[in-house]
Structures are given as C-alpha cells and as structure tokens.
C-alpha cells in the first residue's frame, strides 16, 4: 500500500514537513525482519533477534536462550512451532529476563520452535 501524498498546513516549518515525509517514507513497506535467518542480514531494520531451537522434553519447564540484544526483551513474536503448542512467558519467566538471555516455557514437549526476541 502505497501512503497518499499530504498535503500539509503552510504553517508547518519545511524541516517538519520534511521529517514527517521522510518518515512516511520509511514505513511504507520498508521495515523488515531481514531475509535470512542468521541474525546478520542487512536487510534487517528492526531491533530483534531470531532464534530457534526444541523446547525441553518436560512439559512447561522453562528453557532460556541467549541472546545478543544487549537490552532485556520487551517481548517475543512465535513465528514457527512444528506442533499445536503455546510459547509463553509467566512471572518467574519476566523475572529472568536479561540484557543476554531470555527465558520461558511451552505448554507441550519437545517442540520445535523459530521466534523472534523484539
């Protein structure tokens, strides 16, 4: 989708006219998760980090991943699981949270997972 030209109020300064044109300029179509899965893709514009692995073989045990953020997560988006199951992080999983690993659990078995840290 392509964002409409504005016209903008000739009160508004040209600096800020050109900010909010430019910006409009980045958020049409080109934010983007990258488009390869090793955490260095150029492409790359959003502050995350993928990864992927199997949850432990015991039912919601938690599991961590390190992670190379450099910030703790504000959160994480499940982009693959190889079986009908929940990813999820409760108030023990929060409190483990840090600026290199990441911690939570998965309501069935041994599944394989691929999320993105955001």
Not at 38 to 45: A, F, G, I, W
Not at 85 to 109: E, G, H, P, Q, R
Request: hydrophobic share 45%; aromatic share 10%; with cysteine.
């Amino acid at each position: 989708m392509k964002v409409p030209r504005v016209y903008f109020d000739p009160k508004i300064p040209p600096s800020h006219r050109h900010f909010l044109e430019q910006t409009g300029k980045v958020l049409d179509g080109n934010v983007s998760f990258g488009d390869t899965v090793d955490n260095v893709s150029l492409s790359r514009n959003i502050d995350c980090f993928l990864s992927s692995g199997t949850t432990p073989a015991g039912v919601n045990t938690q599991f961590t991943i390190a992670h190379q953020l450099r910030r703790v997560p504000v959160g994480f988006i499940v982009i693959r699981l190889d079986q009908a199951a929940t990813i999820y992080a409760d108030a023990i999983d929060l409190a483990a949270w840090s600026a290199t690993s990441f911690a939570a659990k998965c309501n069935v078995a041994s599944v394989a997972y691929r999320i993105y840290l955001v």
